[in-house]
């Protein structure tokens, strides 16, 4: 089997799927635009052969370097990237090099467009936010008349919350319009929610074989938009109701062999509209890893290797990982630069001994959702997350 992985060394733990692909025997060829010398050398280990690009945004490069890897090693099986980022891409260069397996570029829309996104939670019976693609002012203040401020816009073929954030008054509704992006936009009414997330791996049958439950106490938007501290946490424990949702919104879907991150809202309050309070809202779909280190927090959470799951359903479209090991609560916690924390890291690492997992400098590119300074911990007990979590943000 030949696999094409796009961006192996970002984020700098995606070698891992590389290295469990290579460790079954696959011809595992990675494709990025880092000078293979400044590749880890875990990295290096887990390809078969590397491709460097110039600029992994120019689709020539991208063909040509698959173009390559056709001809040395013959048919290619497998591209994919596991980021939100390179989808599109992954999916066009399957469509030129006529590859069976994944999505075509035709195909995309579903997995990339907000507003298309709404059809297939509908197909699958969930109820979702009343929305409206920004054109004319007097558009957006009919929509308002039916829906109420705050209202939320957002790209509507975007990542992670860049370019997101709320409108609460006429005065930001007219100002949004005076300076309407090219680009589409979706404007959605706001739903006063928990945020909740369904990840996991699934078959050639869009069945999971293994899920996850996160929990994101603060919007993603106000995290970026106010560089608020981030938090989140895998839980111990997926609930039924929102694991019977997540099965019926897969099949919609229909995605084969791939990670899936499906994100919720769950009502706190009753919707004249939605539903009742505990009501469980469709947000957006992404068939790729949850982002940044959540994989590894999965598997702190679940005693299990997800990147090895994925290897396993790629090569056999099964796994014999055992899924009853212990299981915790795994958070993280995001500090950022130039806040007056009252605990250093010496008294973290001091205090947290025991159940620190991991602690890590965020890349820039990441640091606006995840901070700069990032610490992972696992617990058996809720209250001891959140008594972590109260730690690590108290300030002088």
């Known amino acids: 089997m030949n696999f094409i992985f796009v961006s192996p060394d970002f984020p700098n ?66 591209i994919e990237s596991n980021n939100e980022y390179w989808l599109e891409q992954d999916a066009k260069l399957r469509s030129d090099f006529n590859i069976k ?37 007097e558009e957006g203040k009919k929509f308002i008349k039916l829906v109420g401020y705050p209202v939320v816009v957002k790209p509507d073929n975007g990542v992670g919350a860049q370019a997101t954030y709320k409108i609460s008054s006429d005065k930001e509704l007219e100002d949004f319009y005076k300076a309407l992006p090219k680009r589409k936009y979706i404007m959605e009414e706001f739903i006063n929610g928990d945020l909740i997330s369904f990840d996991g791996v699934v078959d050639s049958h869009s069945n999971p074989v293994f899920f996850s439950y996160e929990v994101f106490p603060e919007q993603a938007m106000d995290i970026v938009n106010e560089l608020k ?8 424990e997926c609930p039924k109701d929102l694991e019977e949702v997540g099965r019926r919104v897969l099949k919609a879907f229909e995605p084969k062999q791939r990670w899936f991150h499906m994100e919720f809202f769950r009502l706190r309050e009753d919707h004249p509209y939605l539903g009742p309070k505990g009501t469980i809202c469709g947000l957006e779909v992404n068939m790729r890893c949850p982002g940044g280190y959540t994989p590894d927090m999965v598997n702190w959470a679940h005693s ?13 479209d099964m796994t014999d990982e055992a ?24 008294e973290i690492y001091d205090k947290y001994m025991g159940e620190i997992v991991d602690h890590k400098r965020m890349p820039d590119i990441l640091s606006d959702d995840m901070g700069n300074d990032c610490w992972f911990a696992k617990f058996d007990t809720f209250e001891q997350m959140e008594e972590f979590k109260n730690y690590l943000s108290e300030l002088k």
């Not at 290096?44 to 460097?52: A, G, N, Q």
């Not at 507003?115 to 920004?134: C, Q, T």
């Not at 299990?304 to 056999?316: E, L, M, T």
């Open 13 to 78: 733990t995606y070698y891992n799927f590389c290295k469990e692909l290579k460790k079954q025997g696959v011809t595992v060829l990675g494709i990025s635009s880092t000078p293979y010398d400044q590749l880890s050398q875990d990295c290096r280990d887990s390809l078969t052969e590397y491709y460097r690009v110039d600029n992994m945004e120019d689709y020539s490069q991208m063909f040509k370097a698959v173009a390559f890897f056709s001809f040395k090693y013959g048919k290619i099986d497998f």
């Open 229 to 236: 501290d981030d938090f989140y946490y895998s839980s111990k």
């Open 101 to 137: 397996t994944g999505k075509k570029i035709e195909e995309m829309a579903v997995f990339k467009s907000k507003e298309a996104m709404k059809e297939a939670y509908k197909k699958a019976n969930v109820p979702v936010a009343r929305h409206h693609i920004p054109t004319t002012l």
């Open 304 to 316: 299990i290797n997800s990147y090895k799951i994925w290897a396993d359903i790629i090569v056999k």
């Open 323 to 346: 899924m009853n090991l212990p299981q915790y609560y795994c958070a993280t916690y995001g500090r950022r630069d130039g806040k007056n924390y009252k605990h250093s890291s010496a």
